[in-house]
């Protein structure tokens, strides 16, 4: 029996031949390296970019090797992976992970801030729920007290202060909001939490004025008048400090 010209003997012997020499490619490829060899290899992958297959290697490392020396960099790496391709929940917890696992790694003050990292890129609009931006704001106040004089704790303050605006604003708007719908006593309710949570951000000035603003319209005008020195004293060169000098006259003349 003849097969496209060959006999059938001689086309199993080329068949048998083929399935061998891929089977040992394949097991080639699959078999188990070693510590060293996976990691230059899953770190290869990962400087070309190459997430899928240097997070499978990493994980392989990890799984084969837990106790190797490069279990916290397997760690460490599959960290940056999932930031590099926007998975910044599972980034954290990888991040998390490694600070819990090895607290004395050379990679523990980096993954904190790439933890914090994850929370502030996951941070969303003001009007949105803001569970992330508190997660943010805890984990670079924990840098910032870890690290007091790393070259990041100056970086960690910046994206400290656009969270901390974030939640005054939200605090100020909601307060505006039951301005405008003549619901004074929660509009005050929520000048108080920008005034007194948020007193570095930059709508406690704004704060202030709406406040004031209240006191008058309501007839409180011993309340007005130690809310606008508390101003004074706080802000003397503030963009209100006018205007609040003319309250303080106003309300003296009649008295």
């Not at 910032?144 to 939640?167: F, H, I, M, V």
Request: glycine share 4%.
């Amino acid at each position: 029996m003849k097969i496209f010209g060959l006999s059938f003997n001689f086309f199993c012997f080329l068949l048998l031949s083929f399935v061998f020499v891929v089977g040992c490619s394949t097991t080639k490829k699959e078999e188990i390296r070693s510590a060293d060899e996976l990691f230059l290899y899953a770190k290869k992958q990962y400087e070309k970019k190459k997430y899928e297959d240097a997070e499978k290697y990493f994980d392989l490392l990890k799984l084969q090797y837990p106790a190797s020396q490069y279990a916290d960099d397997a760690q460490f790496y599959l960290g940056l992976i999932n930031f590099n391709k926007g998975d910044y929940l599972m980034a954290a917890f990888h991040f998390s992970a490694l600070r819990r696992a090895y607290p004395n790694s050379e990679y523990a003050k980096e993954a904190l801030f790439k933890t914090a990292m994850c929370y502030y890129n996951l941070s969303p609009s003001f009007d949105r729920d803001q569970e992330y931006t508190f997660k943010a704001i805890e984990y670079l106040m924990e840098f910032q007290n870890t690290y007091p004089g790393d070259s990041l704790a100056y970086l960690s303050n910046q994206y400290l202060k656009e969270l901390r605006n974030k939640l005054a604003y939200r605090n100020f708007f909601t307060a505006n909001l039951y301005y405008k719908w003549k619901s004074s006593k929660s509009a005050l309710i929520y000048l108080d939490m920008v005034i007194e949570d948020y007193p570095d951000t930059d709508y406690v000035e704004d704060a202030y004025w709406l406040k004031m603003t209240i006191y008058q319209e309501k007839g409180l005008f011993l309340d007005l008048e130690e809310l606008a020195k508390e101003y004074q004293t706080k802000f003397p060169n503030g963009k209100y400090s006018n205007q609040v000098k003319s309250f303080i006259k106003n309300q003296r003349g009649e008295q």
